[in-house]
């Protein structure tokens, strides 16, 4: 559990180092300031048996609206990334001012997939539990959320409202990697976790001889639970009419498939999704960021907040 500080009030105000925002940090027992309304609190996590990182971007009047409370927009990262991508490689700070909302930040470990790992962390209730459960306790977070992610964080998003329907009003992913069963995507997930010089087997199992436990943690194969969710999904076809940046380019292509096979499980299952599957495109930001402008629409919708 997130444990409180001892020797300090129960509110205690920093102001960011631009002195133009006040984050009202009740109880974090590590934060840090980063931005005018941007914070990096440290939680104690007994998921996963360590404190971990969730960065968070606070509405601009939360120091002096002590009464209000705020839905959530999740931000989920990818794979050999962690945190801070968000607002690394996007204006989110910037284009959440003057919107009443929080974005949480989670990070997910090195692989970035956001799951319960066989015998392993389980980033899952990490993310879905204990993150929420602070943001409510000392953040004045509502119970309405949407989730969206890059990569695996988009199967991460996916995966987590198709695992725990009505938790979320609004899903989207962005080149997610939607069906973790299909032709070559277990061998994906294999080399993304073993990049990180970890086990493979050690994610899910072996895809075979674990089949219900992949099954299980697919979103695909989950597709039923998203039934009443807003969706969107983007994916490109990568080298199929690129523009020569190979490695992003392959990547993509290779994720393509999967990302047909999610979308057409929920035509068959008739749960409307708003898809965007593009020729070329590749793996990066240079594209997530376009995704998220085009579905941030309907994520507004999920969060009751003024598009």
């Known amino acids: 559990?997130?444990?409180?500080?001892?020797?300090?009030?129960?509110?205690?105000?920093?102001?960011?180092?631009?002195?133009?925002?006040?984050?009202?940090?009740?109880?974090?027992?590590?934060?840090?300031?980063?931005?005018?309304?941007?914070?990096?609190?440290?939680?104690?996590?007994?998921?996963?048996?360590?404190?971990?990182?969730?960065?968070?971007?606070?509405?601009?009047?939360?120091?002096?609206?002590?009464?209000?409370?705020?839905?959530?927009?999740?931000?989920?990262?990818?794979?050999?990334?962690?945190?801070?991508?968000?607002?690394?490689?996007?204006?989110?700070?910037?284009?959440?001012?003057?919107?009443?909302?929080?974005?949480?930040?989670?990070?997910?470990?090195?692989?970035?997939?956001?799951?319960?790992?066989?015998?392993?962390?389980?980033?899952?209730?990490?993310?879905?539990?204990?993150?929420?459960?602070?943001?409510?306790r000392d953040y004045r977070a509502s119970g309405v959320r949407v989730v969206a992610g890059v990569s695996t964080g988009g199967y991460g998003a996916m995966a987590h409202a198709a695992r725990h329907p009505g938790m979320f009003t609004a899903a989207a992913s962005y080149s997610g990697i939607l069906d973790t069963m299909a032709p070559g995507v277990p061998t994906l997930m294999d080399a993304i976790v073993a990049r990180e010089n970890l086990v493979p087997t050690s994610l899910w199992g072996n895809p075979f001889l674990n089949l219900l436990t992949w099954r299980d943690f697919n979103p695909r194969s989950r597709a039923a639970g998203l039934r009443g969710t807003a969706l969107y999904v983007s994916s490109g076809s990568g080298l199929a009419g690129g523009t020569g940046d190979w490695l992003p380019e392959a990547l993509e292509s290779a994720l393509w498939p999967s990302a047909h096979s999610f979308t057409d499980t929920l035509a068959l299952q008739r749960i409307p999704v708003t898809t965007h599957l593009y020729a070329g495109g590749g793996h990066s930001w240079a594209y997530w960021k376009q995704e998220f402008t085009a579905s941030w629409p309907m994520l507004a919708r999920g969060l009751g907040v003024p598009q």
């Open 1 to 136: 559990m997130h444990r409180r500080t001892t020797g300090v009030s129960r509110r205690t105000v920093t102001k960011a180092a631009a002195g133009a925002g006040l984050a009202v940090l009740f109880g974090a027992r590590t934060a840090a300031a980063v931005g005018s309304r941007t914070v990096d609190v440290s939680v104690s996590s007994a998921a996963l048996g360590r404190s971990v990182p969730v960065r968070l971007i606070l509405p601009s009047g939360f120091g002096s609206q002590p009464t209000l409370t705020y839905p959530v927009l999740y931000l989920l990262h990818g794979a050999h990334d962690d945190y801070t991508s968000w607002t690394r490689e996007t204006d989110i700070e910037a284009f959440t001012e003057g919107r009443d909302l929080i974005v949480a930040m989670p990070d997910a470990g090195p692989t970035g997939i956001p799951t319960a790992w066989r015998g392993g962390p389980d980033y899952e209730t990490f993310q879905l539990k204990e993150v929420p459960a602070l943001l409510a």
